[in-house]
């Protein structure tokens, strides 16, 4: 992703616990299996498993704290 920000949409989404964990598992897979082409688009799906994985942890420590 660029580092010009003036592009971005903030969105917030609404995911059950598996619906998460199924983002999180399809951007793995999408990055694993990385055919070529864009950068960018590789870099877009590293950022957002790494999002994906702190939601995951954070959620997990909610579940743990309550």
């Known amino acids: 992703m660029s580092q010009d920000h003036s ?4 969105a917030t989404v609404h995911l059950s616990r598996e619906a998460l ?6 951007t793995c897979d999408a990055l694993r ?3 070529g082409g864009d950068p960018l688009e ?4 590293a950022e ?3 999002q994906l994985f702190r939601c995951l942890l954070e959620q997990s420590f909610e ?3 309550g």
Not at 21 to 26: H, N
Not at 42 to 45: I, P, R, S, Y
Request: aromatic share 14%; net charge negative; hydrophobic share 40%.
């Open 7 to 10: 592009e971005e949409i903030v």
């Open 21 to 26: 964990r199924l983002a999180y598992k399809t």
């Open 33 to 35: 299996n990385w055919p």
């Open 42 to 45: 590789q870099q877009f799906l």
């Open 48 to 50: 957002s498993k790494d």
């Open 63 to 65: 579940l743990e704290a």
